[in-house]
């Protein structure tokens, strides 16, 4: 009964435009309109990114509820971690509309939304009665006008870094001007290095993500790898969105954004096996995941967890607890007694 009032709600849902109905979903998340089922008590899903203990390993990518509107709920669903934002120092609107638009045909989404948020100190007043039965973290963005990218971040991990659990240095997002240039290697060196100093002189412990694109090559990996290493970031999240649109049916294929979805499955898999194979920093393998076969075939190839957010706008957040069974019972049948068993077992596959 309750999947097939979800799938009702999906259906009535992509009748809005995509941006519509992606704040009617907050809307409803927010009210406790939509039932979740909770944290399922699955011991052998239970694992640890860098200082982090999860429950399970999956994840809500940042991007969702940029706003930290409904975090209550979303821990409600059964996530091991929930990422928000990106947050900006000061509220922005974002890139004009449309700017986020369905790929049905492709199980994929384009999206120039342009870090639109309510800024760091709403998002702050949310974070401060955030579930503390959570891990919470951070995605960090820089005003599409501010005078300086990395003063950007400085400025939200200051105003923001002690009410989370971790933070998320987001150099990948295609949809701001320059700011994946910061990739390069004496860009990241500088940004890394003073973001690690801002923490320090701040006290903080939160640990420091990375979020990277997938559209690297080898060498650039290597050298993303070896600078997250020096500067102490606790783990690599692999990956944003994409810029290519290989076989895509849908007819707003070519529209300008960040590509989602199932496309960039094998593509960020890629990625995260090279990265796995590069270094042994934690890894969060994200893209185009929509089953429990494809949640495992990231942790085989190199991730010690997982995130989500395209499937769920195809799925719904039953989605959620399907993989945490499914993977329970993937992890027990090939014979592995936990997630950190299974990690980087099957990256040479994909290499």
Not at 121 to 147: E, W
Not at 243 to 268: C, I, M, W, Y
Request: a positive charge; glycine letters at 8%.
């Amino acid at each position: 009964m309750r999947r097939l009032s979800e799938k009702a709600g999906l259906a009535l849902l992509h009748k809005l435009n995509p941006e519509l109905a992606h704040n009617a979903s907050l809307a409803l998340l927010k009210s406790g309109f939509v039932p979740m089922p909770g944290q399922r008590d699955l011991s052998i899903l239970k694992t640890q990114v860098g200082q982090l203990q999860l429950v399970n390993p999956i994840g809500l990518a940042a991007g969702f509820d940029k706003n930290a509107i409904a975090l209550h709920a979303l821990t409600r669903a059964g996530f091991g971690f929930v990422e928000v934002g990106a947050v900006t120092p000061l509220a922005q609107y974002g890139n004009s509309r449309p700017r986020l638009f369905r790929l049905p045909e492709d199980r994929a989404i384009i999206n120039r939304m342009g870090f639109n948020n309510d800024g760091m100190a709403v998002v702050k007043n949310r974070l401060k009665v955030r579930p503390r039965n959570s891990v919470i973290g951070l995605n960090l963005g820089t005003n599409k006008d501010g005078a300086s990218k990395v003063d950007d971040f400085l400025c939200v991990l200051a105003v923001c870094g002690s009410d989370v659990d971790f933070v998320t240095v987001n150099v990948s997002s295609p949809n701001t001007r320059g700011l994946r240039d910061l990739q390069q290697p004496d860009a990241l060196s500088a940004l890394l290095a003073t973001v690690g100093k801002r923490r320090t002189e701040l006290a903080l412990k939160v640990p420091i993500f990375l979020k990277i694109a997938p559209d690297l090559n080898t060498d650039q990996l290597e050298s993303i790898a070896s600078l997250a290493e020096k500067y102490d970031v606790s783990a690599i999240i692999a990956t944003n969105t994409t810029t290519a649109r290989d076989a895509l049916k849908n007819h707003q294929r070519n529209q300008v954004g960040g590509l989602s979805g199932q496309p960039l499955f094998e593509q960020s898999t890629r990625i995260l096996a090279l990265l796995s194979s590069i270094t042994d920093l934690p890894l969060i393998g994200v893209g185009g995941i929509a089953s429990a076969e494809q949640a495992y075939a990231k942790i085989r190839a190199g991730a010690s967890a997982i995130q989500l957010y395209t499937g769920l706008v195809y799925e719904g957040f039953s989605l959620v607890d399907k993989l945490a069974h499914g993977l329970a019972d993937l992890l027990q049948k090939n014979g592995f007694e936990s997630v950190a068993e299974a990690v980087g077992t099957g990256k040479y596959e994909w290499l």
